[in-house]
C-alpha cells in the first residue's frame, strides 16, 4: 500500500506527547520521522513511573506503551543541541527535512538553535511547527502547559464534566487525551502546509495550540455562551419538560451502561417496544405519536430504564443489533480494544517490540485505500544515532570522537 508521506522527511525535537503524537501520525502515514533526544536523558516520558496510578512500564519489559503511542515508527537520534558540532549535525538533517517540528518554549529553542529564523536560516523551504500550551502570541507565550491545564482545564471540557453542585472537579478520562487529540491537528495542519508548498512553492509557519484545541473541541457551547452573554445555564438530569424517551443513557441489570441516541422518537419508538418485547407501548395513548412521547417523556424514560435493568449487558447487546434505531454499548478501554469494527477495519495495529515480543498499539484513525499502514514499534532511546549520522556523511571515527565528547549517544 502507497502512504501518502512517503518521501516526507520529518526532524522533530520535541518531548512527551503532544507534538510527538504528530509525529507518529506522519510516521504511519509514510513519512521518515527523526526524533531528536537529549543526549543524557532521552525523552524526558521515557522517565514516568507512574501514570494514572498505575506503573509507567514493566521491569524487563522494552515496551513502554506511553513512548509506544507518540513515537511509533519514528527513528531516534541522541543530540546534545547548543554545541557548535552538535548543532551542524542538526543542521545536517534540516537541510534534508521538509517539516521541522517542535514543542520547546521560545527560550529553549532560541538556546538550543532551534528557533524559526534559525531553522529558517539552514533551509528557507522547510514547514516549521511549534506546538504550545497557550499559543505563540499574547501574554503567555512563554508559558509551558500540559493537556490537563491548557485543554482540559482552560479548554472547556473540564467543566462542561463536572456539575455545578459537584464536589471534586472530573479529570481527564486517560492520560494524554488531550495530546492525542492535538497531534492530530497538527498532523493535519501539516499535511496543509505540505500541499500548500507543493501547490505555491511558498513554505509556512504552523502553530497549534492545547488551548485552541481544547476550546475547538467545546466549540458549540463556547458559541452559545457568545450569544447568550455568559455560560449557558446547567440543566439537570431531572428537570421536567419534554425529553426523547429513547435518547439516554440507562443502567442494565448488572450495572453495565447503554446508550440510545434515536434522535427520531416517531421513527424509532415502534421498533424499540419490539425489540424490547413491549408491543403495548405503540399503542399506549402516552406514547401515541412523536409530540406526546416528547411531552410525556419523563413517564417514558422512567418505563425504559426499568425495560433496561431487567436484562444484563450481555443479554441486551444482541437484541439491540437488530434495532435500525441509533444505540451504543458503552465500553470500557478493553472492550474498546477489541472491538469487532476497529479490528474489521485494521485500526488496531500489530508491532514487535525490541525483545521480539508481538504487541498490538491502536492505530491513528485516517486510512487511505481503504487499508490500514503497517507500523513499526517506537525506538529505543538513541537507538539510531549511527544509522542516522552515517546517512550525512560522518565516519565511524568521528561518530566515536563524538560520543566520546557526549555530544551524541
Known sequence: MHRPMEGVRVVEVAQFTFVPSSGAVLADWGADVIKIEH?????????????????????????????????????????????????????????????????????????????????????????????????????????????????????????????????????????????????????????????????????????????????????????????????????????NGPRNPITGTYRTQDGRWITLNMLQPAKYWAEFCRVVERPELVSDPRFADGNLLLQNGQEGAAIVADILASKTFAEWLPIFAEMDGQWSPVQNTWELSQDASLRANGLVAQVTDADGIPRELIQSPVLFDESPPQIDRAPQFAEHTDEILREIGLSDDRIIELKIAGLVT
Do not use: C, H
Open 39 to 239: 543526549a543524557e536523558t532521552g525523552d524526558a516520558q521515557r522517565g514516568l513511573v507512574r501514570i494514572l496510578g498505575l506503573d509507567a512500564s514493566t521491569p524487563g519489559v522494552n515496551f513502554f506503551p506511553i513512548m509506544e503511542g507518540p513515537n511509533r515508527g519514528k527513528r531516534s537520534l541522541g543530540l546534545t543541541l547548543g554545541s557548535t558540532e552538535a548543532n551542524e549535525i542538526l543542521a545536517e538533517l534540516v537541510r534534508r527535512a521538509d517539516v521541522f517540528v517542535t514543542n520547546f518554549l521560545p527560550s529553549a529553542r532560541r538556546k538550543a538553535g532551534i528557533d524559526v529564523d534559525q531553522i529558517r536560516a539552514i533551509n528557507p523551504d522547510v514547514i516549521y511547527v511549534r506546538g504550545t500550551g497557550f499559543g505563540n502570541k499574547g501574554p503567555e507565550r512563554d508559558a509551558g502547559g500540559y493537556d490537563a491545564t491548557g485543554f482540559w482545564a482552560r479548554g472547556g471540557s473540564g467543566d462542561l464534566q463536572t456539575g455545578p453542585d459537584a464536589e471534586q472537579f472530573v479529570g481527564m478520562p486517560t492520560g494524554a487525551y488531550g495530546d492525542n487529540i492535538g497531534g492530530m491537528t497538527i498532523a493535519g495542519g501539516i499535511a496543509a502546509a505540505l500541499y500548500k508548498r507543493s501547490a505555491t512553492g511558498e513554505t509556512s509557519i504552523v502553530d497549534v495550540s492545547l488551548l485552541s484545541v481544547g476550546a475547538w473541541a467545546t466549540q458549540y457551547s463556547s458559541n452559545v455562551a457568545m450569544i447568550l452573554g455568559g455560560p449557558a445555564p446547567r440543566l439537570a438530569p431531572s428537570t
